[in-house]
């Protein structure tokens, strides 16, 4: 297991990952969408990220199991 820091100031609410495993999408109370991406070394890197507007609670999947 490895720990990453995520560029979030809040609660994680949902994480989704590719069906390979190497992007991940996060969403945080403070209403940001971050994408990440696994470099060769297994390094999580930052590639994209958008706060969303006015929403209470978001979710990156309804009732499939992958993004």
Do not use: H, P
Not at 9 to 16: A, E, F, P, V
Not at 18 to 36: E, F, P, W
Not at 38 to 66: A, C, M, N, P
């Amino acid at each position: 297991m490895q720990n990453m820091i995520i560029d979030s100031n809040d609660y994680i609410q949902d994480i989704c990952f590719d069906y390979y495993g190497d992007r991940m999408a996060v969403c945080s109370t403070d209403r940001k969408i971050l994408i990440y991406t696994k470099s060769e070394d297994s390094q999580w890197i930052k590639i994209s990220g958008w706060e969303v507007r006015k929403t209470f609670k978001l979710k990156l999947r309804k009732k499939r199991k992958s993004c």
